[in-house]
């Protein structure tokens, strides 16, 4: 299960959401922690975090595409949201998500798409954006997937 996980920057959240996913697995008991996900895309995260019980609050998208998709395969009604833009008063209360995981947008670290030669100042927008709502919020664990550039770009 380690390799289906995404490369996390916390060893220790990596361990608990395997050890945590895989209990839930065996068990088919459901547990009620309270989750988000940001840079949602099409909703990968929130079908594991819903395979494993918990109860899914909100998703953050920007893309069109991708959360009109989101909203059919979960039935949800969420709008496009521009989270460099987002008021943290617009996000579910401080101590009552337990769980926060995201996908920041990785073209500007990627060497795959530009080559190395993106905008790093502009892809820690989002980096900076996604830590500064953890510490908003203040969940018990976070996870944030993005490619292995991202872990040599910033320091923790």
């Not at 395997?18 to 079908?47: A, T, V």
């Not at 009552?96 to 073209?107: E, K, Q, R, Y």
Request: glycine share 8%.
């Amino acid at each position: 299960m380690d390799n289906l996980l995404p490369n996390c920057f916390s060893i220790k959240n990596k361990q608990f959401l395997i050890q945590f996913i895989s209990r839930k697995i065996i068990e088919h008991k459901p547990f009620f922690m309270n989750c988000i996900d940001l840079y949602s895309g099409i909703g990968g995260w929130i079908l594991g975090m819903k395979l494993a019980g918990l109860h899914h609050l909100s998703s953050f998208e920007w893309n069109p595409e991708s959360n009109l998709t989101h909203n059919i395969n979960f039935g949800t009604k969420n709008r496009e949201t521009n989270i460099r833009e987002i008021n943290l008063a617009d996000l579910p209360a401080p101590g009552s998500v337990d769980i926060v995981v995201g996908s920041p947008p990785c073209i500007q670290f990627s060497y795959a798409n530009r080559g190395g030669k993106g905008n790093i100042e502009d892809g820690l927008v989002d980096i900076h954006k996604f830590l500064s709502i953890i510490q908003y919020l203040k969940p018990k664990h976070w996870a944030m997937e993005n490619v292995p550039r991202v872990k040599d770009t910033i320091i923790l």
